[in-house]
């Protein structure tokens, strides 16, 4: 069934919910539905299948050959025209309004959404408190191979569009699970020990007593990644096999949290490359 197209010539009722989705979590969670504008975010969003609900843009300029194809082949409930003033009054971007912008369908908060496997890595970031250290960690997640992210406890939205614009649409490539709190979390960790014998959660702390090249992260492993400020807490401490720190010289005491993670997740990848070599070698 092809998009209806909805002619919008001032902010009415259809505006007002694009409007109020882009900028308000409540009404974002109860739609369970939320913003995206941008080349990279757009494309991301339909290579990985999600499901768009609306695309705007203006017939009042020319359209691209990349946002005539997308919109010739969109399967959206809805195509948008609105005049140049109002994409612009919804737009962030300081420089030129994007021509595409999108309406796109919530993901479940499912566990079942990580694909679990023997190499398995997911990172936990609890209660993390910028949108900008939310979304630059998915970008790292996409880049290193890691299969899931799981957001706990109180936390800003995930869904917020400076989320997803500081994750430059990889956000749309990483199964990224939202929950209350470590307890929702406890049943699936428990089912990970019985599937993989050598199952570890390992926390990152600048206190730990194991540089974050000492640790094996060759095992199916979760990262535990805390807050900005207030790092792991002593709950997830709890249930930590190890923890793993990133050696420092300087005078700073702490790395930026989504820098750190990076830097432990490249570490990761580092080892599970030498250790595919090693045992490619070895055949």
């Known amino acids: 069934m092809r998009p209806k197209v909805k002619r919008i010539v001032n902010e009415n009722n259809d505006f007002q919910r694009v409007e109020v989705i882009k900028r308000n979590r409540e009404k974002r969670t109860k739609y369970q539905e939320f913003f995206v504008e941008g080349v990279k975010s757009i494309n991301y969003a339909i290579e990985y299948n999600w499901k768009i609900r609306s695309f705007l843009y203006s017939t009042e300029r020319p359209l691209s050959d990349w946002a005539q194809g997308i919109l010739a082949h969109s399967t959206a409930d809805s195509h948008l025209e609105l005049p140049l003033k109002l994409m612009e009054k919804l737009s962030d971007k300081e420089e030129e309004t994007p021509e595409l912008m999108a309406v796109v369908r919530m993901a479940e908060n499912d566990l079942a ?119 792991l807490s002593n709950s997830y401490k709890k249930i930590c096999d190890d923890f793993c720190r990133i050696p420092m010289y300087g005078k700073i005491t702490s790395f930026n949290v989504s820098c750190a993670a990076s830097i432990v997740l490249y570490e990761i990848d580092r080892q599970r490359r030498k250790a595919d070599t090693q045992e490619k070698r070895g055949k």
């Open 113 to 231: 959404r990580i694909k679990v496997k023997e190499d398995l890595l997911v990172v936990v970031f609890d209660r993390p408190s910028s949108p900008g250290n939310l979304g630059t960690l998915i970008r790292s997640c996409e880049a290193l191979k890691v299969d899931g992210l799981i957001v706990t406890g109180h936390a800003v939205d995930l869904y917020d569009p400076k989320t997803i614009r500081a994750s430059m649409g990889t956000f749309f490539a990483v199964p990224t699970i939202r929950l209350p709190s470590h307890h929702e979390l406890a049943p699936w960790f428990a089912q990970l020990r019985k599937e993989f014998a050598d199952f570890q959660i390992i926390g990152s702390t600048a206190k730990a007593d194991h540089l974050v090249e000492e640790v094996d992260f060759t095992r199916p492993t979760i990262l535990l990644i805390g807050n900005e400020t207030f790092g």
